[in-house]
């Protein structure tokens, strides 16, 4: 029957949809014939993009063909009428290119003879709809004309899929070459099918299923010597189970904090989920070398296994590192060792453990690892959440949320860089030494997003935004309720009204992100230097491929540039460049989620008389590990490489040499080499925050006057870890005129906690005036440290806007009762700020305050204007602190008829809960049980406002009616 009503529903929203349009000409058939033609521009068929003349990579069209006037070069002229038609519908549409001369390059409607519309391009070879409004013109017999009469630049006309409808905007379908769509600057290779590449360039097959058993390739890294990492989840889709699947233990999953947790949970539903299945494969590394250079892995050993703990996967991060490899798999960082070079580690250690205390959903683990400018290796985990304990004894506990992490390379110094993400792919740094990651979206209709890691940074995620869109039954709401990410746009780019607490992406991006990586300078393909590359597996090839992006300085932060696509048609999950210049992806064929057989293939440029030749690659650099065995005074010149990876590993190498901080002196000295004096910096930075040296230190003192804003930022970054005595300097660059200097300069004051900077804090902040977060963000991060608690509830006075928010998005950060001194802010911003860190951190000596904000809009008050979600806090916060007066807030704000119907419901709906509240609080979608409650607050509550609850007429009143019932309310006889 359920087969039986999708066939009709389909057949009349087929009948609805020809109704409303008819497809007049799409120029699929290949011919003219319908069409009276003059001269000889248009050829005597239809064009597409697999040959013939253009006047370049033509975009935009639909189907495979469009009429094109270009067929014989510019100077062909000619025109095509179609035959009469009657008009019937209120609107024409097509599609439409080339150029802007009226009446020489355009499409006519003809009534009578007569030019009634008329349509030009924009000169360019990009076709772009246009609709003609011919509601006036129903029932006249018209014709269509194309005309190309100039044989000037752009004197040519394209035009496609002619449409006649009842609406403005119609959809047209996409352009397709050969089925496939057409991608600008991609065309098939037949050793793929359905799968583009970079014209210009060559694909070969490295490792396969078939000839290496590659299985679920995760991740990629490649070792000095050129041999290929790679990170098999077998447990994926097997062993690793998702709430979204078991929704029956979400209650024990969300009170789960340690591994131990969760270990239990397991073993309380092993009825329901047997443990034996979670423990029936293992997760694995493989090793592929290719030892005679043709391109083809001919060495395939099993590196490392036996991660098939009930705990454990899925395979993560794998990242190569002299003579050791990191690898990320819930719930640990593991170190590996080849002591004695037979394809298999032979010794391994746990650098760190606790990730991974929820089950969550599956994917979110552990990711990584790239390693920074500062000599640390960074990585990131997902929403399933770290509970971690580090060689200084030290606590990272973030139960609702993943982060970007590091720590130093033998495990030491661990400590979260930024959190509130949810589901990180990786991170990658760019040449300037930036940190970023691309964070997935909640399939709520939000965006992945683009982050620029920033220290102490929240992008603003929490898993309760997840539970209440899809477990939203399992914690108590038949329908979804409105919840804080969407409804304030938290995963948005900076906009008005955005919350404050949170630091927005720099970009969002429709795609399902996967592997994530950085053009390091050399390799192909050349043309996207300075560019991010990043997977985006859509579940099917032909929703699947990679992504090219750039970003771009703005203020303190930064902003995407338009991304593009650079391979489309393969289920791609991770990229890496190899040493040999080639591009190297790795893929899971076919579309099962259960089996999922793995490829790696590389591209390479294509040689042509006109290309230069192939950059070499830095593979003769980074062989049997010669980096490291190179004179000092190789390795600076080595800074100066125009490949990062180089520059990197010589500043690396050369920072754990005695004499190294002379080399790193000279280099900030020069001014040829930018990349040297960058890295010099860097190498200082590690010296001074390694082994306290104050050369290093005041040497990037000095910095802080440098010409060259780029280095005075990484001296201002650098010092934040310095053996700084005094931070005099430092204080000053607030006033910097970069903001990208003034930016790093508080992040680093706060780190040191500068009780001297708290004043020119202050400044930084009223002159930013909350234009950039970035600054922001530094500024809050300094105020934090630098004033006392008191100092900053001081400022609830101050007449700067700017800094009153500040104040409070510092006094969130200490977790302060003295919010509650901004809860009646004149700006209507810095009050919901307030409300929203004592609600939602939560705090719970100021939540009565917050709660009784509900008194202003009980019928007849006159509270101020305010947003659902922060209305909606207020409500919970009355529910969760309980008692006789806040039940009564409860019933009078219900009988309040200005306010919208659905949150007074709500109001009644948390009373009908009261005595039994649930273990997730349902404003958040966190655990954070209540105890059971007495119901006499209910009770007196009631009998004193049921009679003008009773009174209203509409829902109101047969919800009260029931709660009475529910409560055994005696009601007053008439």
């Not at 032979?346 to 990584?368: M, N, T, Y």
């Not at 400018?373 to 030290?394: C, F, L």
């Not at 979206?441 to 620029?452: C, H, L, M, P, W």
């Not at 104050?694 to 802080?704: D, N, V």
């Amino acid at each position: 029957m359920a087969l039986l009503s999708s066939i009709l529903f389909s057949l009349s929203l087929t009948v609805i949809l020809a109704a409303e349009q008819t497809l007049f000409e799409d120029f699929e058939k290949g011919g003219f014939e319908a069409w009276r033609m003059t001269g000889n521009a248009f050829g005597e068929s239809a064009s597409s993009t697999q040959g013939g003349n253009q006047p370049g990579e033509v975009t935009g069209f639909a189907g495979e063909s469009f009429a094109s006037s270009f067929t014989q070069g510019p100077k062909g002229m000619g025109s095509l009428t179609s035959s009469p038609f009657t008009i019937r519908k209120s609107y024409i549409s097509f599609l439409i290119g080339g150029g802007n001369l009226k009446g020489l390059t355009s499409i006519q409607l003809l009534v009578d003879k007569k030019i009634v519309r008329e349509a030009i391009g924009r000169s360019d070879y990009n076709m772009l709809p246009k609709t003609w409004d011919v509601s006036a013109l129903k029932g006249k017999e018209a014709a269509l004309r194309l005309v190309d009469a100039s044989t000037r630049p752009h004197g040519y006309i394209l035009i496609d899929h002619i449409l006649f409808s009842n609406k403005p905007e119609p959809s047209f379908p996409p352009a397709t070459r050969n089925g496939l769509p057409v991608i600008p600057g991609l065309a098939a290779t037949s050793q793929i099918p359905g799968l583009q590449i970079p014209k210009e360039s060559n694909l070969k097959i490295f490792a396969t299923y078939a000839d290496h058993g590659l299985y679920s390739p995760n991740a990629l890294s490649f070792d000095t010597d050129g041999n290929l990492f790679v990170t098999e989840a077998h447990r994926f889709g097997h062993c690793v189970p998702s709430t979204k699947n078991h929704p029956y233990w979400l209650n024990d999953d969300l009170a789960a904090v340690t591994l131990n947790d969760r270990r239990k949970l397991h073993q309380k539903w092993n009825h329901r989920y047997p443990i034996a299945k979670m423990t029936d494969r293992s997760d694995r590394i493989r090793l592929l070398k290719d030892s005679d250079k043709d391109g083809i892995a001919d060495q395939n050993t099993i590196y490392a296994d036996g991660f098939d703990d009930l705990l454990d996967g899925a395979a993560g991060g794998v990242f190569s590192l002299d003579e050791r490899v990191y690898f990320a798999c819930i719930p640990h960082i593991w170190s590996f060792r080849d002591t004695d070079e037979d394809g298999k580690a032979d010794e391994q250690k746990k650098l760190l453990s606790g990730f991974g205390p929820r089950i969550s959903l599956a994917g979110h683990g552990l990711d990584g690892f790239a390693q920074g400018p500062d000599g640390r290796i960074y990585g990131t985990v997902g929403d399933r959440a770290m509970n971690v304990s580090t060689q200084e004894s030290r606590r990272f506990s973030y139960n609702d949320q993943g982060a970007v992490f590091r720590f130093d390379p033998d495990g030491s110094n661990f400590e979260v860089v930024h959190s509130g993400l949810r589901d990180p792919q990786g991170i990658a740094f760019d040449r300037w030494g930036n940190p970023v990651t691309v964070d997935s979206d909640s399939g709520q209709g939000d965006k992945a997003r683009v982050i620029y890691v920033v220290e102490g940074a929240d992008s603003g995620w929490r898993t309760g935004h997840e539970n209440l869109h899809t477990f939203h039954r399992e914690i108590g709401y038949s329908k979804r309720p409105v919840n804080q990410w969407m409804q304030e746009r938290q995963w948005d780019t900076f906009h008005n009204n955005q919350a404050a607490f949170l630091l927005p992406p720099v970009g969002v991006l429709d795609v399902k992100p996967a592997g994530f990586t950085y053009h390091p300078g050399t390799g192909f393909p050349d043309r996207l230097l300075n560019s991010f590359l990043l997977c985006d597996n859509g579940g099917t090839p032909e929703s699947s491929g990679t992504w090219s992006f750039q970003l771009t300085r703005k203020g303190a932060g930064m902003s995407m540039e338009t991304p593009q696509k650079l391979i489309w048609g393969t289920m791609a999950t991770d990229l890496v460049f190899g040493t040999d210049g080639h591009l190297y992806i790795c893929d899971i064929i076919g579309q099962s989620n259960s089996e999922r057989p793995g490829r790696i293939f590389a591209l390479s440029a294509r040689q042509s008389p006109n290309r230069p030749p192939d950059h070499p690659g830095v593979a003769p650099l980074f062989a049997g590990g010669d980096i490291q065995k190179l004179a000092s005074i190789k390795l600076f010149e080595l800074m100066k490489h125009e490949d990062y990876r180089v520059r990197l590993r010589a500043q690396l190498t050369l920072a754990d040499r005695p004499e190294a901080v002379p080399y790193f002196i000279n280099a900030t000295r020069q001014k040829e080499s930018l990349n040297l004096a960058l890295h010099g910096t860097w190498g200082l930075w590690i010296r001074a925050r390694r082994r306290g040296s104050a050369a290093s230190t005041e040497r990037l003192l000095e910095l802080l006057a440098n010409p060259v804003e780029e280095l005075r930022a990484q001296a201002a970054r650098a010092l934040g870890e310095s053996p700084l005595k005094d931070a005099g300097r430092l204080v000053n660059s607030l006033q910097d005129p970069s903001s990208r200097v003034r930016a790093f300069a508080a992040i680093s004051l706060a780190r040191l906690r500068v009780r001297a900077a708290f004043n020119p804090t202050l400044l930084l902040l009223a002159e930013n005036g909350d234009k950039d977060p970035y600054l922001r963000h530094a500024g809050v991060m300094a105020l934090t440290q630098s004033g006392t608690e008191g100092e900053l509830v001081a400022l609830a006075k101050h007449s700067s806007k700017a800094i009153r928010m500040a104040s409070v998005l510092a006094l969130r950060r200490l977790a302060s009762p003295g919010l509650i001194h901004f809860f009646f802010d004149e700006e209507s911003e810095i009050a919901d700020e307030a409300i929203r860190a004592v609600h939602d951190l939560p705090i719970e000596k100021s939540r009565p305050a917050v709660a009784a904000l509900l008194d202003e809009y009980a019928p007849g008050q006159q509270g101020r204007p305010l947003s659902r979600m922060i209305l909606r806090r207020i409500l919970h916060s009355a529910f969760r602190t309980g008692g006789d007066q806040n039940a009564s807030r409860l019933l009078r704000f219900s009988a309040n008829a200005e306010m919208l119907l659905s949150d007074r419901m709500e109001a009644l709906r948390l009373l009908s809960i009261w005595t039994n509240p649930p273990a997730v609080d349902q404003s958040l979608g966190r655990h954070a049980p209540l105890p059971p409650r007495e119901k006499g607050p209910i009770e007196s509550s009631l009998t004193r406002e049921l009679p003008s609850l009773l009174g209203l007429k509409d829902k109101i009143s047969e919800a009260a009616l029931n709660l009475a019932r529910q409560y055994e309310v005696a009601l007053e006889k008439p």
